[in-house]
């Protein structure tokens, strides 16, 4: 790990950080030991107050990274909001808060809220009321209370963006910059990104002071252990293929990307008629549908998660057994993504791609040169996986 470009030890206990025994007691009911090395890097300068700017990849511990100081920094007597997390998507959203929540168990009088479209607004209304000293939210939610004067911004000392370029990426720029405008007595801002884009870079410049910049490699002991196979087979023999590897690899919670939203609803239904328990997830999709679909799949009561690359996007789901691209993705950081969601948590993951077209097999050939990952080359024929000599 990379802290103002200089190389740092990564391993340290959460008992050696000066934690208060509150933050120590959730952490250990948790059966955390040792932090992450994004843990490490962030912690401190939060702590102190810094601006920090962050790379990691996913499922590194980053809510851990700014959730610990956060809490720590929030007064239980207090009655105003004190931090604010913006994240781009609902589910994101709601695991942040999740994440919050357990670590202000042992820390009585600390109140989260999450504010995301898709639910009644008056609903969140009413537990603003409540004054909760930390908010979570999608920009577009929050700017909808900030113009109803529901939410007070004013007293906010720290502001994290989370996943900050894939918010950029889906068109929340005007909004950040404008609640970021909103806020006149910030102390600190975190922005924590897979990613460092341009958008990420030009927020940096205009709205942090010498931020502590820490990167995290996904190299050796962080890097996912994820076996990725890119398979041959026949358009219309995907969906048999796919049913087959479930069950050969006995695997119990897999997640099945698409590049369309069609696409989703169209696989999930035809495992189904294979006897396959499938829904899927995506934009189009009622988020009450969405919350119930999620639940079930965490709950295990659904083996196949079917997903765009957008409504997948910061999902936080430990034990996914295996990644299947149905669709090879159109970006080289879409497949990362992708097959980041199996492999969390120090578990072994699987991930397989599909590729039927010349089209699909050009673009696996970029994402392999691009990411130089080690993808096992393998031809679906006549029923029986075979395997292949050269990787293309």
């Given at each position: 790990m990379e802290v103002n470009g200089e190389l740092v030890n990564e391993r340290q206990d959460y008992k050696d950080m000066g934690l208060s025994p509150a933050i120590l007691r959730a952490v250990e009911q948790k059966?955390?030991?040792?932090?992450?090395?994004?843990?490490?890097?962030?912690?401190?300068?939060?702590?102190?107050?810094?601006?920090?700017?962050?790379?990691?990849?996913?499922?590194?511990?980053?809510?851990?990274?700014?959730?610990?100081?956060m809490v720590e920094h929030t007064d239980p007597a207090g009655e105003a909001v004190t931090s604010l997390v913006l994240a781009p998507t609902r589910e994101l959203a709601l695991q942040i808060q999740d994440e919050l929540r357990d670590l202000c168990a042992f820390k009585e009088g600390v109140r989260t809220v999450c504010l995301y479209g898709g639910?009644?607004?008056?609903?969140?209304?009413?537990?603003?009321?409540?004054?909760?000293?930390?908010?979570?939210?999608?920009?577009?939610?929050?700017?909808?209370?900030?113009?109803?004067?529901?939410?007070?911004?004013?007293?906010?000392?720290?502001?994290?963006l989370d996943e900050a370029d894939r918010m950029l990426d889906m068109g929340f720029i005007r909004d950040v910059?404008?609640?970021?405008?909103?806020?006149?007595?910030?102390?600190?801002?975190?922005?924590?990104?897979?990613?460092i884009s341009r958008?990420?870079?030009?927020?940096?410049?205009?709205?942090?002071?010498?931020?502590?910049?820490?990167?995290?490699?996904?190299?050796?002991?962080?890097?996912?252990?994820?076996?990725?196979?890119?398979?041959?087979?026949?358009?219309?023999?995907?969906?048999?293929?796919?049913?087959?590897?479930?069950?050969?690899?006995?695997?119990?919670?897999?997640?099945?990307?698409?590049?369309?939203?069609?696409?989703?609803?169209?696989?999930?239904?035809?495992l189904r008629m294979a006897g396959v328990q499938a829904d899927a997830i995506h934009g189009d999709i009622q988020q009450r549908v969405r919350e119930k679909v999620l639940t079930q799949f965490r709950e295990g009561k659904l083996r196949v998660l079917v997903a765009t690359d957008v409504a997948a996007r910061g999902l936080d789901i430990d034990d996914v057994d295996v990644v299947f691209n149905y669709d090879v993705p159109d970006e080289n950081e879409y497949y990362v993504h992708?097959?980041?969601?199996?492999?969390?948590?120090?578990?072994?993951?699987?991930?397989?791609?599909?590729?039927?077209?010349?089209?699909?097999?050009?673009?696996?050939?970029?994402?392999?040169?691009?990411?130089?990952?080690?993808?096992?080359?393998?031809?679906?024929?006549?029923?029986?996986?075979?395997?292949?000599?050269?990787?293309?």
């Open positions: 059966g955390y030991v040792t932090a992450t090395p994004i843990q490490v890097g962030a912690i401190p300068p939060f702590m102190a107050w810094k601006d920090v700017i962050a790379k990691a990849p996913t499922g590194t511990g980053k809510t851990f990274a700014f959730g610990i100081p639910a009644p607004i008056e609903k969140q209304i009413q537990t603003l009321k409540k004054n909760p000293q930390i908010v979570v939210a999608t920009p577009g939610r929050l700017m909808d209370h900030m113009k109803r004067r529901t939410v007070r911004l004013d007293k906010v000392e720290t502001v994290v910059t404008r609640i970021l405008d909103a806020i006149p007595h910030r102390r600190n801002l975190g922005m924590f990104s897979a990613t958008e990420v870079l030009d927020i940096s410049w205009v709205y942090q002071r010498d931020p502590v910049e820490i990167t995290v490699q996904p190299v050796a002991e962080n890097k996912p252990d994820i076996q990725q196979y890119r398979i041959q087979v026949d358009r219309g023999e995907k969906v048999e293929l796919t049913a087959k590897l479930l069950d050969a690899g006995g695997y119990e919670r897999a997640i099945a990307f698409c590049n369309t939203k069609n696409m989703t609803d169209r696989l999930a239904s035809l992708r097959i980041g969601r199996t492999g969390r948590a120090k578990r072994h993951g699987v991930a397989y791609t599909l590729v039927s077209t010349v089209t699909e097999a050009l673009k696996m050939d970029e994402i392999q040169r691009g990411t130089r990952n080690t993808v096992l080359p393998l031809k679906y024929e006549n029923g029986v996986l075979l395997e292949v000599e050269d990787n293309p």
